[in-house]
């Protein structure tokens, strides 16, 4: 980082260009959920014990059972929201696996669906990789402030990543606050939605599902044929394909894919008087089953004038990555689903917040190590990417990828990037792209906008500062950033002067 560094009467540390603030989030072990844990599934034991540990809470007197629930009720009715409700849910899930009686008294339910239920702590290792976008909710609040929304990638046990959220108000000026994130968590409750067929034909091509019998039970999707229904569950389009074809010996594989693929189109509802806080995304798709990783939300004005969240983030399923979509209007309705497309095959798409010269627009990685440009029709097919930017320059050796959305300025679409250099550490820098054709880049700044220094060099991943996501208020940049894969800082750039830092594209 180029230029003197001092500690304001804030406590902010600034240099010649960036303010780092004193506002800082750090992985809270006490943000717990409450999940399904079946004994003898979650390592390398063969068989379920489900079995043997319903025997032994049926045997126990019903006095020992009304102790040890109103143990259980004191200790953790308080951390969780509904947590009767999540004992019960539970003890449903395990009951058809056993012998279970039709009528067992309410404590005994309660306390079998316990021995089924472990907490999880979503921050357990990290918080980090955040975005920003303007909350929806702005009431309450002085001139010259805005609320924002924060997206975060929290870490627990196992690496396992799910999507958490913070809030903080910035303004007027260079002042930044957090908002407690206090209450219990809630993972909402997950729905299957309805597919439309053309949508769900374009993601089955892209998993290689193109054959007579996929195109049978798209055809039995279709909506326009005599008496149809489009149907959520595809028992009627299964139940169409001809005969014949349910024979072939590779039909029931075909089948069977399809109904993973058409079941991982999801909406996620959380009650309305949750706060933003206090909602978890947490997978709920098998290509998500390890982790839900580095949202990078914007939001999406239509050319009407409405406007909605958008983000995408990649799903992990222990061997594979495969992008997905989530839409919101309030950020308390989530909908999820698969992106398709050449541009959608590794991680980092950011949507341009905006239609373009009337095309949806991404930044995407497609080749691992540079940036490219990609376009869709309908937001969710994105075609071949278009390069863009590639590694240049010292602090880019390794591989150059986006920081988020592109904020667009006066000048141009203002795009933070994330660089990787000699000992793969990653910096924050920055690009300019035309407005008008946002596949030129007309300028770079020429060294790291953002680099890891003093104890931001350490963490779970050393030498790392990234970010998901900024936006301007009031001539700021704002820019939460992870910091070593652990934790979270929040910097401020005037934009003024980032703009006259950077040099024209060569």
């Given at each position: 980082m180029t230029g003197s560094t001092r500690t304001t009467a804030a406590g902010s540390t600034r240099n010649d260009l960036v303010t780092r603030h004193p506002l800082g989030l750090s992985p809270n072990s006490d943000r717990v959920i409450a999940k399904l844990f079946l004994p003898g599934e979650e390592g390398s034991q063969p068989h379920s014990r489900a079995a043997g540990i319903v025997a032994r809470a049926l045997a126990l007197p019903e006095r020992e059972v009304d102790s040890l629930v109103a143990d259980l009720l004191e200790r953790f009715e308080p951390r969780h929201r509904d947590y009767r409700g999540i004992l019960a849910r539970h003890a449903a899930v395990v009951a058809p696996r056993v012998l279970v009686p039709t009528e067992l008294s309410a404590a005994r339910t309660l306390l079998l669906g316990a021995c089924f239920t472990a907490e999880y702590a979503v921050e357990g290792a990290a918080v980090t990789n955040p975005s920003a976008v303007p909350h929806p909710d702005q009431t309450g609040l002085p001139s010259g402030t805005l609320r924002l929304a924060l997206s975060l990638r929290a870490v627990g046990e196992g690496h396992l990543s799910s999507i958490g959220f913070a809030v903080a108000v910035i303004g007027p000026g260079p002042a930044v606050r957090l908002e407690p994130r206090t209450g219990p968590l809630t993972t909402g409750v997950a729905v299957p939605v309805e597919w439309e067929a053309a949508r769900l034909r374009a993601v089955l091509t892209e998993h290689g599902l193109d054959d007579e019998v996929t195109r049978a039970v798209l055809q039995g999707l279709d909506p326009r044929r005599p008496g149809g229904e489009p149907d959520p569950d595809l028992s009627r389009a299964f139940a169409a394909v001809p005969p014949d074809l349910l024979r072939r010996p590779q039909a029931p594989g075909i089948l069977a894919g399809i109904r993973s693929i058409a079941g991982s189109l999801r909406r996620v509802e959380f009650p309305p008087d949750s706060a933003l806080p206090q909602r978890v995304l947490w997978p709920t798709v098998t290509s998500e089953s390890n982790g839900m990783e580095d949202a990078r939300f914007v939001r999406f004005t239509a050319p009407d004038g409405t406007a909605d969240y958008?983000?995408?983030?990649?799903?992990?399923?222990?061997?594979?990555?495969?992008?997905?979509?989530?839409?919101?209007?309030?950020?308390?309705?989530?909908?999820?689903?698969?992106?398709?497309?050449?541009?959608?095959?590794?991680?980092?798409?950011?949507?341009?917040?905006?239609?373009?010269?009337?095309?949806?627009?991404?930044?995407?990685?497609?080749?691992?190590?540079?940036?490219?440009?990609?376009?869709?029709?309908?937001?969710?097919?994105?075609?071949?990417?278009?390069?863009?930017?590639?590694?240049?320059?010292?602090?880019?050796?390794?591989?150059?990828?986006?920081?988020?959305?592109?904020?667009?300025?006066?000048?141009?679409?203002?795009t933070l990037t994330h660089g990787v250099g000699p000992m793969r550490t990653y910096t924050i820098g920055a690009i300019l792209l035309d407005l008008e054709d946002p596949g030129r880049v007309v300028a770079a700044l020429p060294e790291p906008l953002l680099a890891p220094t003093g104890q931001e060099s350490t963490g779970y991943v050393p030498n790392v500062v990234y970010s998901c996501g900024s936006l301007i208020h009031d001539g700021l940049l704002w820019l939460p950033y992870g910091i070593g894969d652990t934790r979270i800082g929040m910097a401020s750039v005037p934009v003024d002067r980032l703009l006259a830092r950077m040099v024209p594209a060569g």
């Open positions: 958008r983000a995408t983030y990649t799903a992990f399923d222990g061997t594979d990555i495969s992008p997905r979509l989530l839409t919101s209007p309030d950020l308390r309705v989530f909908t999820t689903a698969p992106l398709a497309g050449p541009a959608a095959r590794n991680k980092g798409m950011a949507l341009f917040p905006r239609l373009v010269d009337g095309r949806r627009l991404a930044l995407c990685r497609s080749d691992g190590e540079s940036t490219g440009l990609t376009a869709s029709d309908d937001g969710q097919v994105w075609g071949p990417a278009r390069p863009l930017h590639g590694p240049r320059v010292a602090f880019e050796l390794l591989q150059v990828g986006n920081c988020g959305s592109p904020v667009e300025t006066s000048a141009g679409w203002l």
